[in-house]
């Protein structure tokens, strides 16, 4: 009896277990499926097209990538700095007394939820920007400063942990030289921790790529290329989110899905390296 | 100057900017968090857990649909979520530890924990929503419960690699089969750490909006039937917020207030868990 619980229980968890990978693995073969229609109508022009017009049946996604690969960089420019700076000022500058609260309140920033950044966005943000570039407010450069307040308390703290992972001792032996906090910043914590920290930006260039919410608000899914950064713009989550419940017809389904699976080919590629790369994982007990 | 006073300087500079982007960068997130509390505050009132929503401009309406909704909706996905996620963090750890399948399945997990959400809901409305022929309660408790699965899966793994070997052999020893000495001393073992995971993962999926704008969709007034397109607080939230109301507006504010409270909780609750287990 035992011996049979025994094999139905090792293998049920099996069962479970390979069942994530099955499950990613349906992820990308039924949204490839989906797409087929578009990717033999359109083929290649799907990425180089900019016209983007569902009543013309033209789907053009290139003003869409354009505004991911934009906005995410306008948001990590912002962010990374800032967040080395917190980093820097969590792990070698606070006073005792600050450091935990601000610590950790900076990590429970990092719980809520990216609607509500977008909705403070829209509100407050967005008024801002309008009173001081002009036009309506609703932009690229909106959305990229929105992603950035969105994933700078992520960056902050992982960098924080990279940074802390330097061994006190190379640090006092540093200071023991005479080095200044700066000196002992760069030329020790940042080599020693270097790899953890260019593996969390990356990590958090992957999320910022696909994130919805926080900019789906603020953007104004306009799909049209404008170096002019106070235009409104569109990115890939931010087409999905506005028009996968307006499509009407199959090929214009078959287009979002296609849009769907770059989204995930780009963020998995991205998340990819930083894991890979930069962050091997300490295992636990090891 | 001399090379001293030089790297005095740059070093004053330095930590001067660094302590001045510490300062904007909270200044920022305690300004969101600021907004946050007091427009919610402001919205919140009784009608808003008694009432439904209604048209805009009625003084009767409230959130009590995408409260009830997103209970269901989260509620499915935990039920669904947790169980498979345990037994699948059971395997890696129990049975195939550091072997080339457990190492890939934790690669793929982790990445999945980062991977966008909304291709999670284009990927449910393309086997669930679509077939069904309408939107479901159902196929947001599915995008939910895909989300939820790999975290479940990490934390479990890692917590149940924490109880001692020795705890294992004891069990063993006394002849019991390897199924028993799993249910009832490697979990009793991991109890706190478990639950710390649950409640983590449940906390990130209460905040997805982007898996349920074309899964469970939404739905203005009261449902229970998840076979129905289905209020959540996050989606209602995104609908409130972007309408052109004002009374719709401050309704948002109050979603938005409630689920980030709930989240905050579940994550303080979580992180005292942490502290004690690390006490012991």
């Known amino acids: ?286 | 100057m001399t090379h001293t006073e030089k790297r005095i300087l740059t070093n004053k500079i330095v930590m001067t900017l660094s302590t001045l982007s510490a300062m904007v960068g909270m200044t920022f997130l305690f300004w969101i968090l600021g907004i946050l509390v007091i427009n919610g505050i402001d919205a919140l009132n009784w009608t808003i857990f008694s009432e439904a929503g209604a048209p805009p401009g009625y003084e009767e309406s409230g959130l009590k649909h995408a409260l009830i909704g997103q209970l269901m909706i989260v509620g499915v996905a935990t039920f669904a979520g947790v169980p498979l996620g345990i037994l699948a963090g059971t395997y890696l750890s129990e049975y195939v530890q550091q072997s080339k399948l457990a190492e890939t399945i934790r690669d793929i997990s982790d990445i999945m924990m980062s991977a966008p959400s909304i291709v999670i809901g284009a990927f449910v409305y393309a086997i669930v929503v679509a077939p069904m022929g309408h939107f479901s309660g159902w196929a947001g408790s599915v995008a939910l419960t895909i989300i939820m699965l790999p975290i479940i899966l990490r934390t479990t793994d890692d917590m149940l690699q924490l109880v001692p070997s020795t705890l294992r052999e004891a069990a063993f020893a006394l002849g019991a089969p390897k199924y028993k000495v799993i249910m009832q001393v490697v979990y009793r073992g991991a109890k706190v750490g478990i639950l710390t995971g649950v409640l983590l993962g449940v906390a990130r999926v209460a905040g997805e909006t982007a898996p349920l704008l074309f899964t469970s969709f939404n739905d203005n007034f009261l449902n229970t039937d998840m076979n129905q397109p289905m209020a959540s607080l996050t989606v209602t939230m995104f609908n409130y917020a972007t309408s052109p109301y004002e009374d719709w507006q401050k309704l948002g504010w109050a979603a938005a207030f409630i689920l980030s409270m709930f989240i905050l909780g579940l994550n303080i609750i979580a992180r005292v868990f942490l502290m004690k287990k690390k006490g012991k």
């Open chain 1, 1 to 286: 009896m035992n011996l049979i619980l025994d094999k139905i229980f090792a293998h049920t968890t099996k069962f479970i277990a390979l069942g994530v990978l099955l499950i990613v693995a349906w992820i990308f073969t039924e949204l490839f499926q989906q797409s087929l229609v578009s990717i033999q109508s359109s083929g290649f022009d799907f990425v180089t097209q900019t016209k983007w017009a569902p009543n013309l049946e033209k789907f053009g996604a290139l003003p869409a990538i354009y505004g991911s690969v934009v906005s995410t960089f306008l948001a990590m420019v912002l962010a990374v700095p800032v967040a080395i700076g917190v980093a820097i000022f969590l792990s070698e500058l606070a006073p005792a007394k600050l450091k935990s609260p601000v610590g950790v309140s900076i990590e429970l920033l990092a719980a809520i939820p990216s609607v509500i950044y977008g909705m403070w966005g829209l509100f407050y943000f967005v008024p801002i920007i309008r009173d001081i570039v002009g036009g309506v407010g609703i932009s690229m450069l909106s959305a990229g400063i929105v992603l950035s307040i969105m994933i700078l308390p992520f960056m902050a703290a992982v960098t924080r942990d990279a940074m802390n992972t330097t061994p006190d001792i190379l640090k006092e032996s540093a200071y023991a030289l005479g080095g200044t906090k700066w000196d002992v910043i760069k030329d020790v914590v940042m080599p020693y921790a270097k790899a953890g920290i260019i593996g969390s930006f990356i990590l958090a260039l992957g999320r910022a790529i696909g994130e919805t919410m926080a900019v789906t608000f603020v953007m104004g899914n306009v799909h049209k290329i404008s170096l002019d950064l106070t235009q409104p713009a569109t990115s890939i989550p931010v087409t999905l989110a506005n028009e996968f419940n307006e499509a009407d017809t199959g090929i214009y389904y078959s287009s979002l899905f296609e849009l769907s699976l770059l989204l995930l080919v780009i963020s998995f590629t991205i998340i990819s390296i930083a894991k890979f790369y930069f962050l091997r994982r300490k295992r636990l007990g090891a």
